[in-house]
């Protein structure tokens, strides 16, 4: 593939995260993309009831485990699911672009809270991927 077609499939990547569209397909003489995204509808907003704030439990900082680049996400053999362990720098997903699969690991020591995006979906460079709490050596051992 030539340099000026790997800018038209990043053009149309980031086309179709700029619209309203969850779904691209093209297809030319030479390749076929077809590209899929989450798309995230935002809750319906109602007025608080006024009650009384309750404080929820302090939780543990977050860590967000971002893309690197602009590619498509395709989890680890043995995908993470909400819970799972990870340990620093321990591989999390592989983001595919120009025919490479990158590795994406860990910044830190963590429990899984929130898988964010499907395999095969388009992401974008720092979006995020999974969040995790972080935990101590000694907790983040399986």
């Not at 690991?105 to 898988?115: D, K, Y």
Request: aromatic letters at 4%; hydrophobic letters at 35%.
């Amino acid at each position: 593939m030539v340099h000026t077609e790997v800018e038209r499939i990043e053009r149309l990547l980031e086309l179709l995260h700029q619209s309203d569209a969850s779904e691209l397909e093209v297809e030319t003489n030479g390749w076929r993309l077809r590209a899929r995204r989450q798309v995230v509808l935002a809750a319906p907003t109602s007025p608080e009831p006024e009650t009384e704030q309750v404080q929820p439990p302090s939780e543990p900082p977050s860590v967000w485990i971002r893309s690197p680049l602009v590619g498509f996400f395709q989890p680890r053999p043995k995908p993470l699911q909400v819970g799972d362990s990870v340990k620093k720098e321990e591989v999390v997903c592989l983001i595919q672009a120009m025919g490479l699969m990158n590795e994406v690991r860990s910044p830190a020591n963590g429990r899984v809270v929130e898988v964010l995006v499907e395999e095969g979906v388009a992401v974008e460079y720092g979006q995020p991927l999974y969040r995790i709490v972080e935990e101590s050596d000694d907790e983040a051992s399986p």
